[in-house]
């Protein structure tokens, strides 16, 4: 059984768009030892205008989640050691978040390095730092070089070099208490449902194996207008609460008390 579940959030996500320096400018020269790995031909960055030169057929998905720039570097050695690094600036941590989200998922280990989440992974590593998503590309030897060693190192040098990172929605906590796992937690920038064109939400995995959907608005004059919206549409079993529109598929009609609990509280964090 699906349930969706719609609130408006809006406080909880004003995270500031911060105006960091350019990712490039916090490359290291090398990273790892014996031999180490240094930087190979030009560092390169691109802006949503050009990116799709570097990434193309994930230009418009990375746009999607805010991306206001791209760099990458590549690092070699002499035997044959090669790493690539793509750091997206998604403009606010929660898009980076969801972009993160969307590419780890749940498989692999998660790890916090310096600072950063890391998917952890023998060939290609996901790392979500404030408001930056990498993505770091292993080919080496299990002859010299470490992999999670040389990310460790390209980490350490890139936090040390980037201003102290915005906090991430307290939505995004609550949702993460409440779910069967915290990585079950998706952040979506644009339509979480393009049907009813809904705006920007959650979609998450409750603790009671239903899947959940939260769509942020920002005022309750807006989730006045939305819930007006959607009973147009003919959606069933809508319900108003502060600045929240709610509504869901169960057979009976009536909210879960886990979706009561969860949107309590995130309610009473407005």
């Known amino acids: 059984m699906k ?23 916090s490359f290291p ?15 390169k960055a691109w802006s949503p205008d050009n990116m799709f030169e570097h990434v193309n057929g994930e230009a418009e998905l990375l746009i999607r989640y805010g ?29 980076a978040y969801g972009l993160f989200r969307l590419y780890s998922g749940c498989d692999g280990e998660e790890l916090t390095i310096h600072g950063a989440t890391v998917l952890a992974d023998e ?10 998503f990498l993505r770091i590309n292993l080919d080496i030897s299990d002859n010299t070089n470490n992999g999670s060693a040389l990310v460790a190192d390209f980490l350490k040098h890139f936090s040390e070099h980037v201003p102290e990172r915005s906090p991430l929605p307290s939505t995004l906590e609550i949702l993460q208490l409440n779910a069967r796992n915290p990585c079950e937690v998706n952040y979506h920038p644009e339509h979480i449902d393009y049907d009813l064109e809904t705006g920007p939400g ?5 603790k009671d194996g ?20 959607l009973k ?36 009473e964090n407005l």
């Open 232 to 267: 147009e549409k003919g959606v069933a079993h809508l319900l108003l609460w502060k600045n929240g529109v709610i509504w869901n598929t169960a057979d009976d009609g009536k909210p879960t008390d886990g979706m009561k609990k969860t949107i309590r509280q995130i309610v």
């Open 202 to 206: 959650y979609s998450w995995v409750g």
């Open 123 to 132: 060939y290609t590593q996901y790392a979500l730092w404030g408001q930056y």
């Open 29 to 43: 020269e090398s990273i790892g030892t014996d031999p180490a790995l240094t930087i190979t031909g030009e560092v």
């Open 67 to 95: 991306a206001l720039s791209l760099s990458f570097v590549s690092y070699e050695n002499g035997s044959g050691d090669y790493v690539s690094v793509d750091i997206l600036d998604l403009g606010e941590p929660i898009n």
């Open 3 to 25: 349930i969706l579940v719609t609130a408006i959030l809006c406080a909880l996500l004003a995270v500031p768009c911060t105006g960091y320096p350019n990712p490039v400018d």
């Open 210 to 229: 239903n899947s959940y959907s939260a769509v942020v608005l920002e005022s309750e004059e807006r989730a006045e207008l939305r819930y007006r919206a």
